[in-house]
Nanobody, 117 residues
């Protein structure tokens, strides 16, 4: 599986962005997927995760009720809808896949999200 994230940019606080992640490879529905972010000098942290079927999603407390993760396995796509963005959401965002592993182990190139106050 190879992943390519896109959709980052600069937005004012309170605004919205949608991140997209295109996956190559077959049987995407096998894999749990997620969005993660990294602040400068910090470790990657989980933002949202979704199971292979899309039936279960979970979110970091900091983004609950503001962000929505979704997927379309037929299109090999994952999205992260981000609403009511805050300056503290400024980070590099990555999509990740859990491929034959107990942890997320396949990563796409990150996309920068910057929220101005």
């Amino acid at each position: 599986v190879q992943l390519q994230a896109s959709g980052g940019g600069l937005v004012q606080a309170g605004g919205s962005l949608t991140l997209s992640c295109a996956a190559s490879g077959r049987m995407l529905s096998r894999y749990n997927m997620g969005w993660f972010r990294r602040y400068p000098g910090k470790d990657v942290e989980v933002v949202a995760r979704i199971t292979g079927s899309g039936s279960t999603r979970d979110y970091a407390d900091a983004v609950k009720d503001r962000f929505t993760i979704s997927r379309d396995n037929a299109k090999d796509m994952i999205w992260l809808q981000m609403d009511n963005l805050k300056p503290e959401d400024t980070a590099v965002y990555y999509c990740g896949a859990q491929v034959a592993s107990v942890t997320f182990n396949v990563w796409g190139r990150g996309t920068q999200v910057t929220v101005s106050s």
